[in-house]
Every structure is written in C-alpha cells, then in structure tokens.
C-alpha cells in the first residue's frame, strides 16, 4: 500500500480512537438534545464557517433540510455560507470578519441553535456570530480540534476534537454531524 495512504488512514483511525475516548459522545448527546428542544420548539438551526467549514455548514443544513436517513418532513436549518449577495455586501460594507453575525442579527431568533465550526477555534467572523447569538438567547455549539481556541469558552457546547490537524478535525466534525443529523432522526 502506498505509505501516504497507509498513514493518513492510520492518523484517521487515531483520531476516531481518540474522540471516541474523549468526552466528546455525551457533549454530542447534549448537542443533540438543544437541537431537538429547537426544532420542537418551532425554531431553526444555524450553521456557519469558512472553507471546509463552510462546505460542512452547507452539507449538515442540507441533511437537516432535505433528510438524513428516514424519511420526514424537512426540518429548519439554513447554511449562513451560501448567499454570495449577503455574503459579499456585507463584507464589503462593514468588513468579511461580520458576514455572520449579520445574518444571525437578521434571521436569528431566541430558541434558534447556532453551530460555527472552525478548526482553530479562532475564526473571527464565527466567534462574532457567536456572540450575536449570545446576545439574543441563541444557544452556540462549536465544532473545533485541540484545544477549541476561543470558541471553547464562547461556546455553550464547544466539541473540540483532540487532534491538531485540520484535515483529521474536519473528518471527525461531519462523522459527528452525521451523528447529530441521525439521533435528531430518532426524535
């Protein structure tokens, strides 16, 4: 086997190992059920980052929105990623750092679940949005590796994968996306 291979299917292992082991699952647990709480309550799951991130935030409402596993009716997340009209005025009027937090100011409401994913933790135009949504009773859930950076304190729930590479985080961050999606399914 090519040994890149090999290794990057080792490391990816390591990190499953190790999220495993960690106190990740109940915090995943915990997440789920503020998710259930919203979605019951007549509220709306927001999602925002950057790059992959932003892929991520996009692939997860996708699931929330169209369907995961069983069949349902569609349930209400929206990716904060996608509108280039509101991503591109917004970061040229008032600066890229707030493209979020404009549109949690805007479409986010008391009840609402905000989840910002960024692997540093440190993103500036999340931990906006997460203060926004602070602000206005939106409970934040953060998706970040080692250590969680600010997010980790800014967060009501930061699932900070124990890893340092940012290829390794993100693969485990849409494997507990995927999880959400399905115990949320279950509910």
Known sequence: MNRIIEQRLTEHLEALQ????????QK?????????KALSGGHKVLFCGNGGSAADSQHLAA???GRF???????????????TSILTSVANDYGYETVFAHQVQALGERGDVLIGISTSGNSKNVLLAIKEAKEKGITCIGMTAEGGGKMADACDICLAVPVRV????QEMHILMGHILCELVDHE
């Open 69 to 83: 596993q069983k069949e349902r009716k569609g349930l209400p997340a929206i990716a904060l990623t996608v509108d």
């Open 18 to 25: 190790r999220l495993k082991a960690s106190d990740l699952p």
């Open 28 to 36: 995943l647990e915990k997440c789920a059920a503020c998710v259930e």
């Open 166 to 169: 940012t290829a390794r985080a």
């Open 63 to 65: 699931e929330f929105v």
